[in-house]
Every structure is written in structure tokens, then in C-alpha cells.
């Protein structure tokens, strides 16, 4: 049971990753982009959604599993 709930974290903490990825791409593309004046520009908009949004995804499945062992480390000892 330990595991699965461990699992469910990394999971969340993914989907939450990728999400802060697609919330955070207009500002990011602004920043490193620019405006958008041709093929060049969009180009690079794609690199960014398809590198950064992979990357978010592991980097979120990490944390979230990393707080769902501290978490239920934490809470199996107050049970006992």
C-alpha cells in the first residue's frame, strides 16, 4: 500500500509538472523568443514545448515522489 501511494505522488507530481510547463510557456517563449515574425520563431516555441514539457514531467514526477515518501514516512509514525 506504501508504494502505491508513493506511486500516486510521483504521478500527481508529474501531471502537475507538465502543467506548470503549459501554464508557464507564453512566458517563457516571450522571454527567450520574442516576438513571433516568422517560421524561425515558431520553430523554437515547439523546441521549447517539446524539450521543457518532458523535462517539467520528470522533474515533477521527482518531487512529487520524493514529498509523497516524506509524507507517508511522517504519517505511518504518528499511527503507530
Not at 502505491?4 to 508529474?14: P, T, Y
Not at 527567450?32 to 521543457?52: K, L, R, T
Not at 512529487?64 to 504519517?75: C, S, V
Request: aromatic fraction near 12%; charge should be positive; hydrophobic fraction near 50%.
Amino acid at each position: 500500500m506504501r508504494k502505491l501511494k508513493i506511486s500516486i505522488c510521483a504521478i500527481v507530481g508529474a501531471l502537475c509538472g507538465a502543467l506548470l510547463m503549459y501554464l508557464l510557456l507564453p512566458t517563457i517563449c516571450d522571454y527567450f523568443v520574442g516576438p513571433i515574425y516568422g517560421e524561425d520563431q515558431m520553430s523554437v516555441n515547439a523546441s521549447i514545448f517539446f524539450i521543457g514539457t518532458p523535462v517539467m514531467f520528470i522533474i515533477g514526477a521527482i518531487v512529487g515522489w520524493f514529498l509523497g515518501r516524506k509524507y507517508i514516512k511522517r504519517t505511518e509514525h504518528r499511527s503507530c
